[in-house]
């Protein structure tokens, strides 16, 4: 898959590369769009916890603009660098995105009263960096697929408690007493067939991608953050904020995520076992709002990519290679 992806995007660049791709559709002009598109229109970006902003843009494109601030669990540069990683490894399911710095001029009105302004992080010369995502215009279908539905990414059984949930409730089951009812929802129903058979394929990838970028926010509230395009479609990965922590690298829960995961696509395991951290580095580096990681966490990086390689490994010796390459 990176072979291929290198002949397509043969050199580290800015809007020009051709080969990126967003679900088969060219980056370049999006990309370009959201980097020099001057203003039209400007609203206050709706649910969640951080504050962002739907612009729309002189020549007719909108952007999701989701700035630095406070707020802890908001990373404006881990928005850009799932970016770059999705097109380096070839899955093309995060949607364009670029770092931009807009005037607060442009988006004052916008924020009104909300509380959330004292936490952006507004620059001496009036302007806000942040990580700009193209707006897919078509609604995105929530996927919603019951309890147990790990079991499609496992060789084994259902585990006894899921990690693929919210972190509070995963560690509030971790630590729950005989007769006290567990944090996942038990009204849910139990997971049937999926709605389409490449999701467990879909699903494995999206839980190798969120391990190397360690976005703890996927799972929980009722799968909020698992979308596809369209009733049946492909899944986006959208809402990569909360990842490439500046701290720890290697998060408990995030481990657990990978331990769970069983079953994987042979050439996304390939995509990884290529990765190269220094490419990868370079295609930061053209950003606009470059550098977006530091060297901490591009290590951290590296050592999560080896990481999904040993975990595989374990389980080819431990299932076999039939069992455990499922797609």
């Known amino acids: 898959m990176l072979i291929f992806a290198a002949l397509l995007w043969p050199s580290p660049g800015a809007a020009e590369d051709v080969g990126a791709a967003f679900l088969g559709h060219p980056d370049a002009q999006r990309i370009e769009a959201l980097r020099t598109a001057e203003t039209a229109e400007v609203k206050k970006g709706k649910g969640g916890r951080s504050l962002a902003f739907k612009v729309t843009l002189t020549d007719g494109t909108r952007g999701y603009f989701k700035p630095k601030q406070s707020f802890s669990a908001a990373h404006w540069y881990s928005e850009v660098a799932a970016y770059y990683l999705d097109r380096e490894l070839g899955m093309g399911r995060v949607p364009p995105t670029t770092g931009r710095r807009f005037r607060w001029s442009e988006l004052r009105a916008a924020a009104g009263a909300d509380s959330r302004v004292s936490e952006l992080a507004i620059e001496e010369d009036g302007t806000l960096k942040g990580a700009f995502v193209w707006w897919i215009p078509e609604p995105l279908e929530r996927v919603r697929m019951g309890r147990r539905w790990e079991r499609w990414v496992r060789v084994q059984k259902s585990l006894p408690i899921t990690p693929y ?161 499922a797609w």
Do not use: C
Request: hydrophobic share 35%; no cysteine; net charge positive.
């Open 165 to 325: 949930q919210r972190p509070v409730g995963y560690r509030a089951d971790l630590n729950r007493r005989p007769g006290i009812r567990e944090a996942t929802d038990p009204s849910r129903p139990i997971a049937q067939k999926p709605d389409i058979e490449a999701r467990p394929a879909e699903l494995s990838d999206l839980i190798v991608f969120d391990y190397l970028t360690q976005n703890v926010d996927r799972w929980g509230g009722d799968f909020t953050n698992l979308r596809s395009r369209g009733k049946g479609g492909p899944l986006i990965y959208l809402d990569n904020g909360a990842g490439f922590w500046p701290g720890e690298q290697r998060l408990g829960l995030m481990e657990a995520r990978l331990k769970a995961l069983q079953r994987f696509r042979r050439s996304t395991i390939d995509a990884v076992r290529t990765l190269d951290i220094e490419r990868f580095a370079a295609r930061l580096r053209e950003d606009p709002l470059a550098p977006v990681l530091n060297e901490k966490q591009l290590d951290g990086l590296e050592q999560r990519r080896r990481a999904v390689l040993e975990h595989v490994e374990a389980m080819v010796a431990r299932f076999g290679e039939p069992r455990v390459f």
